[in-house]
C-alpha cells in the first residue's frame, strides 16, 4: 500500500485534510500543537487503497520541539511514497520556508495550496502554474475545509508517486553553497541517503546531524575560520534561514497578485480580536460566553423565562411528554435533549419490568436494578456531553480557543506558566488522555510535568452525569439555585484549583521560567458542519461502548456485591448493609468523614464512598453505581421516566441525609482525585521517572482532599473561611519566600 505523508504549518488545514481525505474522526483543532504523534488512515477513491499520515504540524524540519522531531524523522526514516506539503495560502511566503526545507528530501512532494476560498475572497489571486515551474514539483488548488480539490490533488500526489525525485536547494546566492556541496559530495561517497538535506542540516550544525556525522563537522568548523558574513557572522543556521526567505520573496512570491497591496487591510479577525482578545476585557468574555454554553446546556429555566410564563404553560401535563420541554420555565436544547432520552429509557425498563413480574425476585432484580438501572442512570447524560462538546468544538475549531491560550499567556507569564501549557488543559474538557499526550509540544519538562498533573482538574465528559446528576437532585432538594450555575461554578473551581496548584508547583518543586510562547493567531471561520458531526459521532460512539461494556460491567459486578454477603447467602434490598458491598463501604466511609460524605451520615451513607471508588475505573461509574444502588433501594428505575439519573442520587439523599456542602464537595472530590484508569495509564506514560508518577498520585489525591474538605467546613460552618484565607495566605507567603531563594541561586 503507498503512504502518503501530510506535512504542514500548525492551522494550515492539515488535519481537515486528513479527515476530508479517509472520514476519519482525528481531532480538528484549530490551535498549534493538536497533532502530536502522527495518525493514519486510508485513502479509498483511487485505484488502490492509500495510507495517509497526518504528520505533527510544524514551521521548520530543525530540532526545536518534539513534533519536528516526528515529523523529520518520519519523512527520513520511513521513506513515505508522497509528502503532500499543504500550506496556508493565505500566508504564502512564511508557509513555503517549510516547502524549501521539504524540497531537499529526495521524496516526491506536492503543494497543496489550501483556504484558497479565502484567498479568492478578499481579491488575491495565486498562479499556481507559474508557482509549479519555478518550484518544480506539483502545485494544486484545495479547500479542506469544504473538501474542494482534494480528488485532485490526491491524483496528482499517486502521479508524483510513480517517479522517483531528487532533492534541490534553494541556497544558491550565498558562499554556503560551496560548503553545502562539499558536503553532499562527502555524505554521498558513505552512502548516506537524502544527503543534500543532512549536508545543508550539517551547515547549520544541527544538533542532530551533528551527532550522526561527526566526521562532517570539521568541514564546517573550518570553513568558519576563513568565511565570516557581515551581517550574521559565523551563525551559519541564520545565515541559511535568511537565504531561504530572500529567495522565497525574490522567486516564488510573484505568483501571488494581491488586490490591496500597498496598503494594510483591517480584516473581520482583527477587529473581532480588539474585542476578544482586550487586556482587560478578554477574560471576563471568555467567562461569560462559558456561562452561556453551561446555561444552553444545563438549564430548566432558559433565557430565565420561568417567571415570565404562566405555569406548566409548557409542562404538556396529561401527555406522554410531560415535563420533556419544561415545567413552568423551558428547558434548554440540552435538558430538552436529556428528557427525550430519558423518557424513551424509562419506558423501556416499564416494559422490561412488566415482562419480568413473574420472574424469580433475584433475575428481575439483576436486569431492572443492575443491569437497566445502572446504565439507564448515565445514558440520559449522553445528549448533554454532546450538546457540551460540541459547543466546545467550536469555540476550538473557530480559532477562539487559540486567543485564550494568548490571553492566558500574557496573564500567567509572571507565575511560571505559559499559554502552550494551558492548550492541552483546555483539551482537558474533552478528555484527559489525548490532553496529557497533547503536552508533548512542551520543551520544559517541568512545565510539561505540572500541566499534566492538572489537566484532570478540567473536567471532561465522563465527569458531565456527577455535575449534572447531584446539581439537579440539589435544585430539586433544597431549592438552590439553578443546574446550569451550580455546574458551571463547579467546572471554575476546577479551573481556578488547576491554575492555582500550577501556580505552586512552578514556584517551589517544579519552579522555573516558561520558554518563549510564540503562536499565530489564525483567522477566525465557521466550523465545518461534517467534521463536527463526525467528531459529535465519534464521541457518542465511544460513549455508548463504554456503557455497554466497562460500565454495564461495573453495575453487574455491583449489584451482585451488593445482594451478597461474604458467605454468598443472597440479601433483599433492605439488607444491603450487610453485603459485600456495604461491608467494604462501612470500613472506607469513616476516611470522608473530613469531606462531609463519612461518619457523619446514616447507615447507608456509604453508598457515596463507595460510588467515589468505582469512579476510579471510570468516572461514569459514580453516577450509574449510585443509579444501581438507588434501584435496588427504592425502584427509581421501574417506578420513574424522567429524571431518573436526578432522582437516583435525590432518594439517596433523602435516606442517608446528606447536605448541601456535603454534595459540593463530593463533586469536588471526583473532580480533583484520581482520574479514570485510563487517564492515569496515559500520565504513567508521559512520567518515565516512576518516583514523579508516584508523587502525581499524592498530589491528586492530597488536593483532592483539601478542596472537598474546605469546601464542605466554608458551606457548614462560615466563619472558617477565615481560617482558610489565614492558610492560604500563609501558604502563598512560603511559595514567595521559596521563589526568591530559587532565584538567588540562579544568579549566583
Not at 469544504?146 to 508524483?160: F, H, P, Q, T, W
Not at 496529557?436 to 484532570?456: G, Q, S
Not at 491528586?700 to 489565614?726: D, K, M, N, P
Request: proline share 4%.
Amino acid at each position: 500500500m503507498l503512504r502518503f505523508a501530510l506535512a504542514g504549518n500548525p492551522n494550515s488545514g492539515k488535519t481537515t485534510l486528513f479527515n476530508s481525505l479517509t472520514g476519519s474522526t482525528a481531532h480538528v483543532g484549530n490551535w498549534p500543537g493538536v497533532t502530536v504523534d502522527k495518525k493514519e488512515g486510508v485513502y479509498k477513491k483511487a485505484d488502490k487503497p492509500i495510507a495517509i499520515i497526518d504528520l505533527p504540524g510544524i514551521y521548520s524540519l530543525s530540532p526545536y520541539t518534539p513534533e519536528e522531531v516526528i515529523a523529520r524523522n518520519y519523512v527520513l526514516d520511513e521513506k513515505p511514497d508522497c509528502v503532500i506539503n499543504i500550506i496556508d495560502a493565505t500566508n504564502l511566503e512564511r508557509n513555503l520556508y517549510l516547502t524549501t526545507q521539504i524540497m531537499e528530501i529526495d521524496v516526491p512532494v506536492v503543494l497543496a495550496l489550501n483556504m484558497m476560498d479565502a484567498v479568492e475572497k478578499r481579491g488575491d489571486k495565486i498562479d499556481e502554474k507559474e508557482l509549479e515551474r519555478r518550484l518544480g514539483i506539483p502545485v494544486v488548488k484545495i479547500s479542506a475545509l469544504k473538501s474542494e480539490g482534494v480528488d485532485k490533488l490526491m491524483e496528482r500526489a499517486y502521479e508524483a508517486s510513480q517517479t522517483a525525485r531528487k532533492g534541490r536547494t534553494v541556497i544558491e546566492d550565498t558562499a554556503l553553497k560551496h560548503l553545502i556541496s562539499d558536503i553532499q559530495i562527502a555524505l554521498d561517497g558513505q552512502g548516506v541517503l537524502n544527503p543534500l538535506f543532512h549536508a545543508v542540516k550539517l551547515a547549520e550544525l544541527d544538533e542532530l546531524e551533528v551527532l550522526m556525522h561527526k566526521e562532517a563537522v570539521n568541514m564546517v568548523e573550518a570553513f568558519k575560520k576563513t568565511h565570516i558574513d557581515d551581517t550574521f557572522g559565523d551563525d551559519f543556521e541564520a545565515l541559511v534561514a535568511d537565504a531561504r526567505y530572500k529567495y522565497i520573496t525574490k522567486y516564488f512570491s510573484p505568483a501571488l497578485k494581491r488586490k490591496n497591496k500597498d496598503k494594510f487591510v483591517v480584516t473581520p479577525s482583527d477587529k473581532a480580536d480588539k474585542i476578544l482578545t482586550h487586556k482587560i476585557w478578554g477574560i471576563p468574555i471568555f467567562l461569560a460566553i462559558l456561562f452561556a454554553i453551561f446555561h444552553l446546556t444545563f438549564s430548566e429555566n432558559f433565557l430565565f423565562l420561568g417567571g415570565l410564563l404562566p405555569e406548566n404553560w409548557v409542562s404538556l401535563k396529561g401527555t406522554a411528554f410531560e415535563g420533556v420541554f419544561g415545567v413552568g420555565g423551558i428547558n434548554s436544547p440540552g435538558v430538552t435533549l436529556m428528557r427525550l432520552v430519558e423518557l424513551l429509557t424509562g419506558t423501556i425498563s416499564d416494559l422490561i419490568a412488566g415482562w419480568l413480574s413473574t420472574s424469580p425476585e433475584w433475575v428481575s432484580g439483576l436486569i431492572c436494578d443492575g443491569v437497566l438501572g445502572g446504565i439507564f442512570s448515565i445514558l440520559g447524560f449522553l445528549p448533554q456531553i454532546l450538546v457540551l462538546f460540541m459547543f466546545f468544538s467550536i469555540l476550538e475549531d473557530s480559532g477562539y480557543m487559540a486567543r485564550i491560550a494568548f490571553i492566558l499567556d500574557r496573564a500567567l507569564r509572571k507565575f511560571g506558566l505559559s499559554g502552550r501549557a494551558f492548550l492541552p488543559m483546555i483539551m482537558g474538557f474533552g478528555c484527559s488522555v489525548p490532553a496529557m499526550i497533547n503536552t508533548r509540544t512542551l520543551a520544559d519538562e517541568k512545565e510539561k510535568l505540572a500541566t499534566v498533573r492538572v489537566i484532570p482538574f478540567f473536567s471532561c465528559g465522563a465527569k458531565l452525569p456527577i455535575l449534572t446528576a447531584i446539581s439537579g437532585a440539589i435544585v430539586a432538594s433544597f431549592g438552590v439555585g439553578n443546574v446550569d450555575l451550580i455546574t458551571y461554578g463547579m467546572y471554575l473551581v476546577g479551573i481556578i484549583t488547576a491554575l492555582i496548584a500550577v501556580i505552586i508547583m512552578r514556584k517551589t518543586t517544579l519552579n522555573g521560567n516558561p520558554p518563549p510562547f510564540i503562536m499565530e493567531l489564525p483567522a477566525y471561520h465557521a466550523p465545518q458542519f461534517r467534521n463536527l458531526m463526525m467528531l459529535l459521532w465519534d464521541k457518542a460512539k465511544h460513549f455508548i461502548e463504554k456503557a455497554f461494556t466497562i460500565i454495564l460491567a461495573s453495575t453487574i459486578v455491583i449489584w451482585f456485591v451488593s445482594h451478597f454477603d461474604f458467605a454468598w447467602n443472597f440479601l433483599p434490598d433492605d439488607q444491603m448493609q450487610n453485603s459485600i458491598l456495604g461491608g467494604i463501604g462501612q470500613l472506607i466511609q469513616p476516611i470522608f468523614t473530613p469531606l462531609g460524605f463519612g461518619s457523619q451520615l446514616t447507615n447507608m451513607g456509604w453508598v457515596f464512598a463507595v460510588a467515589a471508588l468505582t469512579g476510579l475505573i471510570a468516572k461514569e461509574n459514580v453516577v450509574s453505581t449510585l443509579g444501581t444502588l438507588a434501584a435496588c433501594l427504592v425502584g427509581v428505575a421501574v417506578d420513574v421516566e424522567l429524571d431518573g439519573g436526578v432522582l437516583a442520587v435525590t432518594k439517596i439523599m433523602e435516606i442517608t441525609k446528606i447536605g448541601l456542602p456535603a454534595l459540593l464537595a463530593f463533586i469536588a472530590f471526583n473532580m480533583t482525585t484520581i482520574p479514570c484508569f485510563a487517564a492515569v495509564a496515559a500520565a504513567k506514560s508521559e512520567m518515565p521517572d516512576k518516583s514523579k508518577f508516584k508523587w502525581t498520585l499524592v498530589f491528586w489525591i492530597s488536593t483532592s482532599f483539601i478542596v472537598s474538605s474546605a469546601i464542605y467546613l466554608i458551606g457548614t460552618f462560615w466563619w472558617t473561611a477565615f481560617i482558610c484565607l489565614a492558610v492560604a495566605f500563609i501558604v502563598a507567603l512560603f511559595v514567595r519566600a521559596y521563589d526568591k531563594k530559587v532565584q538567588a541561586k540562579g544568579e549566583k
